[in-house]
């Protein structure tokens, strides 16, 4: 029996992997939609397989539910178009 030498392996061979990692961002600002703006600009340029958020994605109070303001103002407007 021969060894598997792909596990793990997440994408095809030859593949990249393109990825954008954030963290720090649910203040709501103009620096966030900034940020939200430049990744949506290269997602466009080149793909990204995989997006994590590193944390601090909503400031003050955190959200309660998806249909929290916050939650469409500070995510889905933002990062929907990842």
Same mark, same amino acid.
């Given at each position: 029996?021969?060894?598997?030498?792909?596990?793990?392996?997440?994408?095809?061979?030859?593949?990249?992997?393109?990825?954008?990692?954030?963290?720090?961002?649910?203040?709501?600002?103009?620096?966030?939609?900034?940020? #939200?703006?430049?990744? #949506?600009?290269?997602?466009?340029?080149?793909?990204?397989?995989?997006?994590?958020?590193?944390?601090?994605?909503?400031?003050?109070?955190?959200?309660?539910?998806?249909?929290?303001?916050?939650?469409?103002?500070?995510?889905?407007?933002?990062?929907?178009?990842?």
């Amino acid at each position: 029996m021969a060894a598997q030498i792909d596990a793990g392996r997440v994408l095809p061979v030859g593949q990249s992997l393109h990825l954008a990692a954030f963290g720090d961002f649910g203040s709501g600002d103009e620096h966030q939609a900034a940020v #939200a703006k430049a990744l #949506a600009k290269r997602n466009g340029e080149d793909h990204f397989n995989l997006g994590i958020t590193l944390g601090d994605n909503f400031y003050r109070c955190g959200v309660r539910t998806i249909d929290d303001e916050k939650w469409k103002t500070r995510w889905e407007d933002l990062y929907t178009p990842l």
